[in-house]
């Protein structure tokens, strides 16, 4: 099993900046990518971007160029930093973590609030 805790939402004004941070614990060597989804309220949870263990990164289109995800050299955290922040990124950013197996894990979540 894998544990992620999440940690940065918090509320910012549209521009601004937020770094979230994922730590995992557990059977870490057995994840194969990292990543954040999020979930507006009447949304469904969305992927934000992600990691693989080998370097490859994916973004969703509404965050290219303002979003860069990154992961620690010993593979058992992930960051995303959050520049140019509108107010449609509010929503509960999700950390996730996939194991070669296809499973999958979920942080607990954590808010973040972009006002006008």
């Known amino acids: 099993q894998v544990q992620l805790v999440e940690s940065g939402g918090g509320l910012v004004q549209a521009g601004g900046s937020l770094r979230l941070s994922c730590r995992a614990s557990?059977?870490?060597?057995?994840?194969?990518?990292m990543g954040w989804y999020r979930q507006a309220p009447g949304k469904q949870r969305e992927l934000v971007a992600a990691a693989t263990n080998g370097g490859s990164t994916n973004y969703a289109d509404s965050v290219k160029g303002r979003f860069t995800v990154s992961r620690e050299n010993t593979q058992n955290s992930v960051y995303l930093q959050m520049n140019g922040l509108k107010v449609e990124d509010t929503a509960v950013y999700y950390c996730?973590?996939?194991?070669?197996?296809?499973?999958?894990?979920w942080g607990q979540g954590t808010q973040v609030n972009v006002s006008s």
């Open positions: 996730n973590a996939m194991l070669h197996t296809g499973r999958g894990y």
């Open positions: 557990g059977d870490i060597f057995s994840i194969n990518a």
